[in-house]
């Protein structure tokens, strides 16, 4: 892994390319979508004012979905490490999260709940909210919290798509660990996942039964169209003409039963095209991307300032909510998303490094694992690196040299160690690498050099120096 000029922030924040102008744009339509909800409740009327505010909210739901597959697949066949990946998508989701759940259950909740201090640091629903909302779980409630607001006890309900965000995720990890994101096999996966999308859309009822696969299914149609328009991007052109053909087909198809799959790929073809024209504003570029910002924190500050004013109108509430939402955004994106996408890559080689080190003690502790014989559980372990160096310590009444560093060797044991001191001619013990195992292993070998003859007790350990022998004089 390195670092390369497309990992720079300075990159990054300067292509040409709209993504981040329209994913910001998206996330102010779902914004004011949602904040129909905070006034409405979750099930308004079937007005046709607020019944398209609410399509709306599903269409910019599912642009954000296809801006998604595509950018995914772009990251992935750049640089197919699934391991800075998975950091790549950990700091991008779950940090700001976990802020914005602090500051919501610890700063805000306090102020806007109908309990007491003591009960509210008391109940056990505080306590858990943080953990699981950090990894987008929106049905935890804060005690006492908006409990009288039209929506119930939402906190923040507008992480329920998260969810799905984070199985295409993982989807999409899988799908390159198998090496299946080339040219020649997506077309065989993604056209099985259509077909079970088919199959299960307009042959089983299994769509209007469970509401997690109506969506997750939705959701992931559009992705999938994200995937196929960045995979195929030399075969499918991104034009004008290819968007007056697919709004045609999703406004032939708006009254019969195959309409939303139109829909979905005309949402998604526009944005796209449109996203990958070159840059319409440039300069906005370079200032950040805040679209994930105002998903995360409009939906807290519409019923804050719903339970602070009850009677407020639709339209005032949103000449609140975007600008405070759209201010929120911009701190969080220069104090916690840019410099934490920023390190990403030096995260992931921090995360590498450790994970490296544990399975490196891992072998090691292992290697040197004790393997004693059946037969005799006091013997002296098997090491299966025959040769280390070992240092010896005597006591200090012995009458031989302290510190002594001998050549010895592990061995089985029933094998002999030397049975004396006494020196070959010319006093000079070698310590061959061969004998010391790996090359780290040298690092500790010696050479002592001693006068002929057994050792005498009257030299000190002072007088011998390893590695430059005894001293000059003759020793007795």
Same mark, same amino acid.
Request: glycine letters at 6%; aromatic letters at 14%; a neutral charge.
């Given at each position: 892994?390195?670092?390369? /000029? ?29 904040? &129909? #909800? ?13 019944? &398209? ?30 391991? !800075? ?32 201090? %003591?009960?509210? +640091?008391?109940? #056990?629903?505080? #306590? ?16 006492? @919290? ?7 006890? /939402? ?9 799905? /965000? ?28 259509? =077909? ?37 991007? %030399? ?5 004008? =003409? ?41 300069? =906005? ?28 109108? +639709? ?8 600008? &405070? ?28 490094? @450790? #994970? ?28 299966? /690196? ?27 044991? %029933? ?20 004998? =010391?195992? !790996? ?38």
């Amino acid at each position: 892994m390195r670092i390369t /000029e497309a990992d720079s922030p300075a990159t990054d924040l300067s292509r040409d390319d709209n993504f981040k102008l329209m994913r910001l744009l998206t996330a102010l339509v779902v914004a004011a979508t949602h904040s &129909l #909800w905070v006034v409405y409740g979750l099930h308004p009327s079937n007005d046709w004012p607020l019944n &398209l505010l609410m399509q709306a909210s599903h269409c910019g739901i599912c642009i954000f979905f296809g801006f998604s597959g595509y950018l995914i697949t772009k990251s992935l066949s750049n640089r197919p490490d699934l391991f !800075r990946y998975g950091v790549a998508r950990f700091l991008r989701i779950c940090p700001l999260l976990f802020v914005a759940s602090v500051i919501m259950a610890f700063v805000v909740g306090p102020l806007v709940s109908e309990l007491s201090f %003591h009960d509210y +640091y008391g109940d #056990w629903r505080l #306590w858990a909210y943080v953990p699981f909302s950090t990894f987008a779980y929106p049905d935890m409630t804060l005690p006492g @919290v908006f409990v009288n607001a039209p929506s119930e006890s /939402e906190v923040n309900i507008s992480l329920w798509t998260l969810r799905y /965000e984070l199985i295409a995720y993982a989807g999409m990890a899988l799908i390159a660990a198998l090496g299946l994101l080339g040219q020649r096999f997506v077309w065989v996966w993604a056209g099985a996942a259509i =077909f079970a999308y088919a199959v299960i859309t307009y042959l089983t009822p299994l769509r209007s039964e469970v509401a997690f696969l109506d969506h997750g299914l939705r959701f992931g149609f559009a992705f999938l169209m994200g995937i196929l328009l960045f995979s195929y991007r %030399h075969i499918i052109p991104l034009n004008f =003409f290819g968007v007056v053909f697919v709004v045609g087909l999703a406004w032939l198809t708006n009254s019969s039963g195959y309409m939303e799959p139109f829909r979905i790929i005309a949402l998604t073809y526009t944005a796209i095209w449109i996203a990958t024209k070159p840059a319409l504003m440039q300069p =906005f570029n370079r200032l950040g991307d805040f679209s994930y910002g105002v998903f995360v924190f409009h939906w807290p500050i519409a019923q804050v300032v719903l339970q602070y004013n009850p009677a407020i109108s +639709y339209p005032e509430l949103l000449l609140n909510v975007l600008p &405070l939402a759209l201010m929120m955004a911009i701190l969080s994106w220069y104090g916690i998303e840019r410099p934490l996408l920023s390190s990403k890559t030096l995260i992931a080689w921090r995360l590498l490094g @450790v #994970w490296s080190g544990l399975r490196q003690f891992g072998r090691r502790a292992i290697e040197v694992m004790t393997v004693y014989p059946e037969d005799d559980l006091t013997q002296s372990p098997v090491i299966h /690196e025959p040769h280390r160096l070992q240092r010896e310590t005597l006591p200090h009444d012995s009458s031989h040299i302290e510190g002594v560093f001998k050549a010895t060797a592990y061995h089985p044991p %029933h094998s002999e160690m030397m049975p004396d001191r006494t020196l070959p001619a010319g006093g000079h013990v070698p310590a061959p690498l061969s004998q =010391f195992g !790996r090359q780290s292993d040298t690092k500790i070998a010696r050479e002592v050099s001693l006068p002929r003859g057994p050792v005498s007790s009257s030299i000190s350990a002072s007088q011998i120096s390893p590695g430059r022998g005894v001293p000059p004089r003759r020793l007795r």
